[in-house]
C-alpha cells in the first residue's frame, strides 16, 4: 500500500467521523435554541425600594419590570447600568446573567467538525486526482 493510499484512507475515516459528530453538534444545537429560545442583551435599572429591589428593561418596543430576589440583589454590581438578557420570545423574562455558553460551544465544535470534513474531503479528491 502506498503512502498516498494510506493517506486517503485515513482522510476519509477522519472526514466521515468529523462529518457525523458534527451534524450531531449542529442538531443539538437547534434543538437547544428550539427549547429555550433566543436571548437577547439589554441594559437595566436596578431601583431600591422599602419593600425591596425592582429591576425595569426595556424590550420589544416596551418597558418592562419585576421584582429582584435578595440573592439577584446581591449581585448586581451597578444598579444604575446592569447588563442583562431577556428572552426574545417572552420580554417579560429577565435574567441579570449571560445565558450558559453551551449552546455556544457545542455550535462552534460542530462549525470547526465540519470544516475538518470539507478539508478532509478536497484532500481525499486531491490526492484521487494526483495518483
Known amino acids: 500500500m502506498e503512502a498516498s493510499e494510506v493517506v486517503s484512507v485515513v482522510t476519509e475515516v477522519i472526514g466521515w467521523i468529523a462529518l457525523g459528530i458534527g451534524l450531531g453538534c449542529l442538531l443539538l444545537a437547534l434543538l437547544i435554541r428550539l427549547a ?3 436571548w437577547l442583551r439589554t441594559e437595566a435599572v436596578v431601583l431600591d425600594q422599602e419593600h425591596g429591589s425592582t429591576v425595569r428593561w426595556f424590550a420589544e418596543g416596551a418597558f418592562h419590570q419585576r421584582r429582584l ?6 449581585h448586581v454590581e451597578n444598579p444604575e447600568e446592569e447588563p442583562a438578557y ?12 449571560e445565558p450558559p455558553a453551551g449552546r455556544r460551544i457545542i455550535r462552534w465544535l460542530g462549525i470547526v467538525l465540519l470544516v475538518i470534513a470539507a478539508i478532509a474531503g478536497i484532500v481525499n479528491l486531491v490526492l484521487m486526482l494526483v495518483a
Open 36 to 38: 429555550d429560545g433566543r
Open 69 to 74: 430576589s435578595e440573592e439577584e440583589r446581591a
Open 86 to 97: 431577556y428572552r426574545k420570545r417572552e420580554p417579560d423574562r429577565l435574567q441579570l446573567h
